[in-house]
């Protein structure tokens, strides 16, 4: 029988100029020692970059000419370490004032089953109120939605639509409401 790996993640927050912490964790299995960074508009995204491009472009066969947008330079990124390699990546993009919109939000492959992708939610969702937002919009892909109903989200429109060749929904999240997730 194949014996499931165990990890206890361990959260370093960095924000792009401040330095990083040094931290020792000690449990039993195996430790994963996650950092998050934020990175704020106009500033680059290159790690951000490289999680997309290896999910959506070469995962998921999305253009790489479509991958990338105008909005990528006003939109706060989100990064996730593994020490210095970025393993997930998201995108909070303001649509109108207390409206914003997560999007990009990937994980690579080989750290998928560890939560990182509820971890991006929770700083997304923190940002998100520290920026004065009153409510979140997503376009998910079908396949995740489930995913972003646990994360709070519902949907709001219909019906599926083709991005590419990927069916989405729009759903949304309103904050300073009780939501569970």
């Known amino acids: 029988m194949k014996r499931a790996r165990r990890y206890a993640i361990l959260t370093i927050h960095r924000y792009r100029s401040e330095p990083s912490e040094a931290v020792r964790f000690t449990t039993t299995g195996s430790v994963l020692l ?19 491009l290896a999910v959506f472009v070469t995962e998921q066969g ?29 995108r909070l993009v303001t649509l109108s004032p207390g409206v914003l919109k997560p999007g990009r939000i990937a994980v690579l492959k080989e750290y998928r089953k560890q939560h990182l992708g509820a971890r991006l939610m929770e700083e997304i969702l923190k ?17 995740a939605r489930g995913f972003y109903e646990k994360c ?30």
């Open 152 to 181: 709070g989200f519902s949907v709001c429109g219909e019906p599926i639509y083709m991005d590419v060749h990927i069916p989405h929904i729009d759903m949304i999240r309103r904050l300073g409401e009780e939501n569970s997730g």
């Open 62 to 90: 999305y253009p790489q000419e479509l991958e990338f947008d105008e909005l990528d330079e006003s939109a706060w990124h989100l990064v996730l370490l593994d020490g210095e390699v970025a393993v997930a990546a998201a």
């Open 127 to 143: 940002k998100a109120e520290k920026l004065g937002a009153r409510e979140l919009r997503i376009g998910a892909q079908v396949q």
């Open 34 to 52: 996650i950092e998050v960074k934020w990175i704020a508009p106009g500033n680059g995204y290159t790690q951000a970059a490289q999680v997309r």
